[in-house]
């Protein structure tokens, strides 16, 4: 699946990078597009299809994303947002409990009253795009260091997005585009009263498991309900999805809006070989080795499964999909092709008189490789949801001391109201999953320091580190939501006095948290500016007929629904209802195989035909699970939730040969509603009040 | 459970380590004794027991070593092998098809003629000891470098075990002992015709599997018996031990003879702090990693399920061993005696004119560390099969030019039995298990090297880790006994014509192998001698009261059965035959909890209350698996299978505090037999002709 791409997992990799940008000219039905610089040349040529403005500005006020990392849609004019389970599944954990497993069992809420509240989340629906990009880059005095350009960037992004919040009220976000070749400010309208309507069962929502994701035929109802509220009502959507009356057919133009996290397809060949070298193979060692401990918590049965297994399916996914990225970077013709657009690019610099002073960006960006080679095993933090508070807090009370503009970044004023949310979520912490990641986040720490790293010694205070994991989280009162706004409203002194014991492992730790931050900061610095310049030779090389890399803001992409051939055989581009069952009876209906009881008992009542999961050629990466597919009509035709095991290599890499984005199609949705779940109100709320988009 | 020692997986470990040597005076029932040094006065003062030659001699005769790495013990007059089901588990596989899982349900031969031949097993029966540390040290000439000083001793163990085996016909080991302070020769008969008599379904056998590993209580039927034999009839082994009526009381005192695989309990604290910070960390990762993809392998079930099950069940035994001897090392409390020690004894070394000169040998330790981190990461093999019997003839072929006394030592004459048998062996191997294990190898490769290192470019071809693997696996003939014999045949030339991919992949490889062998050697060879150094210290410091480190050759270890407290709460030493079915009950008999068919239709033919698994604390270690639990009357009472997790710091650190051997209890073995089993050949084989043994 694609996994929501800001989960905790994520993150832990996601710290690492600094922006990126495009590789060159798209070729074929490439691309990430932006909605304020759409292909619409390209879309003509190819499809004979042009959207207007009315089109995009519909589809974009449509679009949902989950700020824990995800996409989704509006389709009804009631707030309804159709995403992903596995985009749900955070919060079918956190309402879940040891005596009412949602996240297993499914739900349905019969009456907008039994909707329930998420504890966290927060959607955010784009409304505006506004290029900045001349006064960030303006705001940087010629002949800055890295660290002087790097504060007056971040000073005046901060200033574009206060005024932005104070004049709209609107969440405003500056983003950074083509690596730091042009900043857009994004504003968005936020929803953070969100409530569950729907989830089926884990059984069918992960029909497969480990096993069968990433891998297709595919039968997944991968689909979870919420409802935007406003006020305490819910939210008036006027701009939403129809419903398509059949869905796409074979060889038909679909869009994909959604929030792609990350790729890497600007990436030098020397920032590819870091990847290959060193960053991948230490985050893959980190994901097996996570895999491996939430197994082991997971083997004492019942609760402890429960608690571990939301996580260790995002752990698993994030582990298939990186031992296809480090495969494809292993493989050296993946390189051929990459070297040769390289040395042309470099060799068009170097002969232009314009962009000569470009022509050491290249090898700026392989020596960042080097540095960013020496601090790859170096980190000042560690892994627990209590820890992690613990830092905020012990980071946020110092911050909050600075001027918004000169904070780190994540503690800004703008941001403020999203931060908040997540330090003070009521979202339930599991003590004895909080004591192994804790002494499993220990251990190692020690292993890459080295056991006589006098931090070590400070951490562990005499004790191994299991019995002081157990320590640190069984003393600790940051469980209880008050006692963190108590230590916040404290300030630093009382922070600094707080015997709270996570605290103080915070706040030891904060000179290297300090010293590792400021060199990453540093080094993305040097690497926007690097890519900044790139990006430059780049438009001037192809034009704008190109796109960003991801960066989990809303891009349109675009493709056909399409077969393909794997191993000599055709792979169909269909798979139905009935065939569910037929893939069940093939693995002996033995877990993770085994379709629910529902669907046992309303197999009569469904219609085996319907198609259910379907493949196209659209451009999609992690962070696009939940993103509606739309016909030209601008119709909601199904929902991708994951790319085929060809697709891997996306991060770096397009093709349309044999990787696919893999959806749930939009009849199969409507009639395992109807058929399965009886979920009347629903599938009258969808089915009804379609409203046609514009198209030409 | 303690893991046989000398699997495919430990091997990869096992590579890496010289031998060691005891950390000084034994305290309690610590110690894995010499058969010609056994601890008669510790015993008598302890236990009141002192045991006679004659003793000691039928208990080491009736003592069998699994050389796949694991223990055993002759029961009966005819050739009659006990050991565990995780012992025999590797053949287990072997003798296991498709269509007859062995391993899984089990097997009994009900006749003689039923018996199956194990295709590559040897058994070694240890028959005399012999000390020849002056012989060995006497060929070291004053002042030789460390490579003139590893030739040359390389070259005289070789003419030792050369002579003796052409003096005797006995399998003869020079096996190096307290780190190289001591060396003696060993000789064995060998039984290489060995035939599975009773094996109990995988269910039982693991009962609880990776959850219950390493835990107590335990309830396990981990236990296998295989025949001896010779000139085509069973083996008349006139040294047997006779089975207890009733096992051993609480309390009482027990004997372990078994052959302990390795142990760290000389290694100075630098040497220690290395496994820690570097050798342990990489393992681990290893393991996890090897974890993952067998796991994955699995998942394509049936088939794919079995060929990766006992491979995993290794490799997660070793994953949690290893975590909990990281987790110790990684306490400081396990450094704070080991250093106190380490300075008393560096202390009076220091001020004794005699073994002033052996003052540096622990810095020359740590400066072996150092160098040993450099080469962590490096090595210039594969991860299969296939290609482990390439590399064997590529090397075989070049070393077989040379005197014995000169090769490699794994080529030298006098094992060229067992290396043949190995290299022979009809055991199946399977493809695509070849081609997942053999891509993974090249890719851990990539990455331990960096994609551009050239001997990437020379082992990839320009293909992905996985297409390579899958070329190589598809186009090698080597899964074919006769070509594999036609190659070695065909000698250097014909093996330098060969157009077998894998062989020819071996070749490429050839220099950076000897390059790391040469390094290996000679850092092997310093450790030896500072090791040695070290011992002469410790020697002259405790006298003979002391034991060398595990070498996986026969020990005596000894102790009570005793139960231990946890958590405040008291651990009994005993587990009945009935607490099976409640343990089951538990955890809702669902797998691993789910005893076998032939279980629950015996339940009421079963003595409830019959002991099942009981804890001694007896001195033990991986390769200790199947070793005899004998009481003073030398009689059997039990078999070793594991040690419970707080035993696991064992390698560097034994205590009788909460640390534990588990063993299961002769009754139990006897009772299943016949109540379950119907194995009434074997009841009466095991029962009658008793032969008891002298003591005093």
Redesign the interface.
Known sequence: MRYRSHSGVWMVMAMWVAGAGSAGRARGDEGMWLFNDLPKAALRERHGFEPTDEWAKHVMLASVRFNSGGSASFVSPQGLVLTNHHVGADTLQKVSTAERNIYRDGFYARTPEEEIAAPDLELNQLVSIEDVTERVTGAVPAGASPSEAFAARRAVMDRIESESLQATGLRSDVVTLYGGGRYHLYRYRKYTDVRLVFAPEAATGFFGG??DNFEYPRYCLDICLFRAYENGKPANTEHHLAWSADGAGDGELIFVSGNPGRTRRIYTVAAL?HQ??VRF?LT??FL??R??LLQ?YG???GEFERQARDDLFGVQNS?KAYVGM?????????FVAKEAAEKDLRARVDSDAALKKHADAWTRVEEIQARRTQAARESASFNSRLYGIAETIAQLVVEDRKPSSQRLREFRDSARASLEQDLYSPAPIHGELEKTLLADSI?LF??RR???HPLV?AV?Q??????RASELIGKTKLGDIEARRALVKSGPDGVARSDDPLIQLARSMNDEYRRLRTIQDELNELETQAYAAISECLFAAHGTGTYPDATFTLRLAFGTVKGYTENGQAVAPWTTLGGAFEHEAR?QA?DPWLLPKSWHEAKDQIKADTPYNFVCTADIIGGNSGSPVLNRQGEFVGIIFDGNIQSLTADYYYSDEVSRAVAVHSSAIRETLRAVYHADRIVEEIGGAAKPAESK
């Open positions: 480990d096993a070989k290959r070298d193979p893959l060692d097996r080795r895999e491996i082991q083997l004492g049965g582990r480090l495969g494809g970077l292993q493989n050296p013709a993946t251990g020690i292993e080295g056991g006589d010694a562990l005499g004790k191994g580190p299991e019995e693995h033995k």
